[in-house]
DNA sequence: AAACAAAACTAACAAGTGTTAGTGCTTTAT
DNA sequence: ATAAAGCACTAACACTTGTTAGTTTTGTTT
């Protein structure tokens, strides 16, 4: 027998996720057939279901993973007893166009599709989603006590980092006169130097 | 015999772009089925028929629609003899976070959905898109020229300021303690004060 | 009241949806 | 070699999709 975990399987698996990231993100999760997924892992589409469970799986797969990827990174900037609030904050929208940059499949389709997670996944996710902004407020917040902040809306200001980073969607499909290392000093300059005292 | 142009006819339609606007938000336009927005209007499907000729045309129209506000808006910046650069790039910024938080649902579905425009819509879109976003650099190599604006990377910096305002569609989903105003004076700050020399 | 069009209805269509059942070939473990 | 599991296949299911045809109801104009 061929173990669980084995590297065939495993690679399978990974195909389909990866094909399943690509597809939602171009079609959309509602969009994307069963047979097409198939098709681009060149397959039937019945054989899927010998790798996963059902479309659903697949999203809440990517949507989790993603999600995970952020909060383990939230969590180390968090425990940091060396970085003052400022370098945090930075550290963190580095992190979040790193993300937008290598692997915009999978994130843009965590962005765009969540939303058609099953419950209870999608509450979940939602969640998850306003803690995550929660935390990045209080960094904010304790770096205005500390006065390394200039006085902001902490919710005001989150909301405007986390969505400036998702302009890098667009860099993508029009790859221009300026590299992804560029773009990030630019982005950091503009989002976070105004932010410091 | 009904007059073309009547009220009843002219007010049938545009509550079925309503509706269509407000489920393609929620649900998406794949997810969107043409029984669901005839329920909402509380009508049969097929009575749709009557006022629209297909479910793509009210996506091109709401998606149309909206580009064309922003750019007749934008024609209007260009064409000020009196406003400096800076002055036009926060009318711009305040025009976009007004459409967002006062016609959040064609303009999400605009952002979001515009990619399920039938061609040659969804070419004709996507062009659009990249004249109006070159047009904004424009504007702001013209002020760095002028000595009004910072050396900035112009095309890094608009795709910063049209993603940056999405964040409102957060602020719609949790009213939180900050009102409308209070949120756009705050992204104004953060995101065109950076900007001045 | 007659005429006419606007706009609702029912019924149906062809195509596509995710998924299951059942079968057999291929690979791995014993 | 033999048993077991992995994995792909075909065929089919129950359902939903956007849309059309044809008919009847509603409302306005002459």
Not at 109 to 118: A, D, G, P, Q, R
Not at 138 to 161: C, F, M, N, S
Request: aromatic share 8%; with cysteine; glycine share 6%.
């Amino acid at each position: 027998m061929a173990k669980l975990g084995n590297r065939k399987n495993g690679s399978r698996k990974e195909m389909i996720s990866l094909a399943a990231a690509r597809l939602f993100r171009e079609k959309g999760f509602a969009s994307t057939g069963m047979r097409d997924l198939a098709g681009d892992v060149g397959v039937e589409a019945a054989s899927l279901y010998n790798h996963i469970r059902s479309k659903s799986e697949l999203l809440q797969e990517i949507c989790f993973r993603v999600a995970n990827d952020f909060n383990t990174q939230l969590q180390q900037m968090e425990s940091s007893e060396t970085l003052s609030s400022i370098e945090k904050l930075e550290a963190i929208v580095r992190f979040h166009i790193d993300m937008w940059v290598n692997r915009l499949d999978e994130v843009i389709v965590t962005n765009n599709e969540s939303k058609y997670l099953e419950e209870p996944y999608n509450a979940t996710f939602l969640n998850e989603r306003r803690i995550y902004v929660r935390r990045l407020e209080q960094i904010i917040e304790d770096g205005i006590r500390k006065g390394q902040i200039r006085k902001v809306q902490p919710y005001a200001v989150v909301l405007t980092l986390l969505s400036a980073v998702r302009g890098i969607e667009f860099w993508h499909r029009t790859k221009k006169n300026i590299s992804a290392s560029e773009l990030e000093e630019s982005m950091i300059v503009h989002l976070v130097e105004g932010l410091k005292k």
